[in-house]
């Protein structure tokens, strides 16, 4: 009888703890986060997606937030924390902004996009929680329209113009032909590649403008021979938003020379055949879940989900004013090799750039030997001495 009441009360033990356990679980105020996507985003046209044109999205950014999540359950569970993500489509600029506020409302601690320029400000000035940019490259919003609460994980196109000119640099291929395409777009991509070739001392022989056309009338002006012919250069950078005329380039033009920047060889934030710190795990765990492979973009939303789940570690029991300061200020494993953060003068999330010419990963930037005062990683980008951010976070 003595051997059968002990049994009965280390069950009743087991279960007291049990119950204890499952309302504590129970008890746990989650981290809250929307996402706020297009209604229905041009850049996942089949058209587009079909191409795969290097650094262009090629999926959803639910797909890499979800797998984040699902693979961070274990790390949320030992801390009693946890993260609910919900996902709101917008099919203008106003019916971001009132998704937005709705989120808020509703108790949402940080909101994501993956948004026009234009349609992520709006979110931004909307509302008083924590903004995660997700897939906008715009320089602009890093620089005069940047927010104290808005925060970029994809790199900047500034980031990505510096790591090729870097990459330039290191092998001595000084003299470049540049060649930009006729959209707004690309002029204002040209000027920062600009920046950067005068940032490490490269030079431009010649600017070109090039013109994909129906008309005859224009076909030279997306002739690959003619437009690299008459100069003397040591690559070709090609700066071609859509695409369709850069993947024309390789190996076509008059000298046998590289060509860089949207095509031949482009610099991203990731690429699938990425073979160290991990990143074959991480590229596969995704491939398995969403059944392709990823990308850039999709590394960004992954790395976006990463964020929330460091923001619940570090502050599990909220408030929503923990979560934000833990946002801003707790590294993040980026599976790059080193610890990642963002920046304090422009929300950037710091970070070394892979260059790829779609096969696999040619090398890193920042290139081995650079040197800064205080972390290499703000050689890609805008430094803190030459901020146009005037916002104080």
């Given at each position: 009888?003595?051997?059968?009441?002990?049994?009965?009360?280390?069950?009743?033990?087991?279960?007291?703890?049990?119950?204890?356990?499952?309302?504590?679980?129970?008890?746990?105020?989650?981290?809250?986060?929307?996402?706020?996507?297009?209604?229905?985003?041009?850049?996942?046209?089949?058209?587009?997606?079909?191409?795969?044109?290097?650094?262009?999205?090629?999926?959803?950014?639910?797909?890499?937030?979800?797998?984040?999540?699902?693979?961070?359950?274990?790390?949320?569970?030992?801390?009693?924390?946890?993260?609910?993500?919900?996902?709101?489509?917008?099919?203008?600029?106003?019916?971001?902004?009132?998704?937005?506020?709705?989120?808020?409302?509703?108790?949402?601690?940080?909101?994501?996009?993956?948004?026009?320029?234009?349609?992520?400000?709006?979110?931004?000035?909307?509302?008083?929680?924590?903004?995660?940019?997700?897939?906008?490259?715009?320089?602009?919003?890093?620089?005069?329209?940047?927010?104290?609460?808005?925060?970029?994980?994809?790199?900047?196109?500034?980031?990505?113009?510096?790591?090729?000119?870097?990459?330039?640099?290191?092998?001595?291929?000084?003299?470049?032909?540049?060649?930009?395409?006729?959209?707004?777009?690309?002029?204002?991509?040209?000027?920062?590649?600009q920046a950067s070739i005068k940032r490490y001392g490269l030079q431009v022989v010649a600017t070109k403008p090039f013109k994909l056309s129906a008309d005859p009338r224009e076909r030279d002006l997306a002739n690959p021979l003619l437009l690299t012919a008459g100069s003397t250069y040591d690559a070709v950078w090609v700066v071609d938003s859509d695409g369709e005329f850069a993947r024309t380039l390789p190996y076509r033009i008059v000298l046998p020379r590289p060509v860089v920047g949207d095509a031949g060889l482009v610099a991203v934030a990731?690429?699938?055949?990425?073979?160290?710190?991990?990143?074959?795990?991480?590229?596969?765990?995704?491939?398995?879940?969403?059944?392709?492979?990823?990308?850039?973009?999709?590394?960004?939303?992954?790395?976006?989900?990463?964020?929330?789940?460091?923001?619940?570690?570090?502050?599990?029991?909220?408030?929503?004013?923990?979560?934000?300061?833990?946002?801003?200020?707790?590294?993040?494993?980026?599976?790059?090799?080193?610890?990642?953060?963002?920046?304090?003068?422009?929300?950037?999330?710091?970070?070394?750039?892979?260059?790829?010419?779609?096969?696999?990963?040619?090398?890193?930037?920042?290139?081995?030997?650079?040197?800064?005062?205080?972390?290499?990683?703000?050689?890609?980008?805008?430094?803190?001495?030459?901020?146009?951010?005037?916002?104080?976070?």
């Open positions: 009888m003595k051997g059968r009441a002990c049994r009965v009360g280390l069950a009743l033990l087991v279960a007291a703890l049990g119950a204890s356990v499952a309302g504590a679980a129970g008890a746990v105020t989650p981290l809250k986060a929307t996402l706020i996507v297009p209604a229905d985003d041009p850049r996942l046209e089949r058209s587009l997606v079909e191409r795969h044109f290097l650094g262009h999205t090629d999926g959803p950014a639910n797909d890499g937030l979800q797998v984040a999540l699902e693979e961070s359950e274990f790390e949320l569970q030992a801390v009693d924390a946890g993260v609910a993500l919900t996902s709101q489509p917008a099919d203008s600029l106003a019916a971001a902004r009132t998704a937005a506020q709705a989120a808020e409302k509703a108790g949402a601690a940080v909101l994501l996009t993956d948004l026009p320029t234009d349609w992520t400000l709006a979110v931004a000035d909307a509302v008083k929680v924590p903004v995660i940019n997700i897939g906008d490259p715009a320089d602009s919003l890093r620089e005069q329209d940047c927010r104290a609460r808005l925060f970029h994980i994809l790199p900047s196109e500034r980031m990505r113009a510096d790591a090729l000119a870097q990459t330039l640099v290191s092998r001595k291929w000084n003299k470049l032909l540049l060649l930009v395409g006729q959209s707004a777009q690309d002029q204002l991509r040209a000027a920062t590649v990731w690429h699938a055949q990425f073979e160290r710190y991990g990143a074959p795990q991480v590229s596969r765990r995704f491939a398995k879940a969403v059944g392709r492979p990823m990308t850039a973009s999709d590394w960004a939303a992954w790395m976006a989900g990463k964020a929330l789940v460091a923001a619940a570690i570090a502050a599990p029991k909220g408030p929503v004013a923990n979560w934000a300061q833990a946002l801003a200020k707790t590294p993040i494993d980026g599976s790059k090799g080193t610890s990642l953060s963002f920046r304090p003068w422009d929300g950037q999330l710091r970070q070394t750039v892979l260059l790829t010419d779609g096969q696999g990963v040619i090398s890193q930037a920042p290139i081995d030997g650079l040197l800064h005062p205080s972390n290499v990683l703000d050689t890609l980008g805008a430094d803190a001495p030459e901020k146009k951010c005037k916002v104080t976070r």
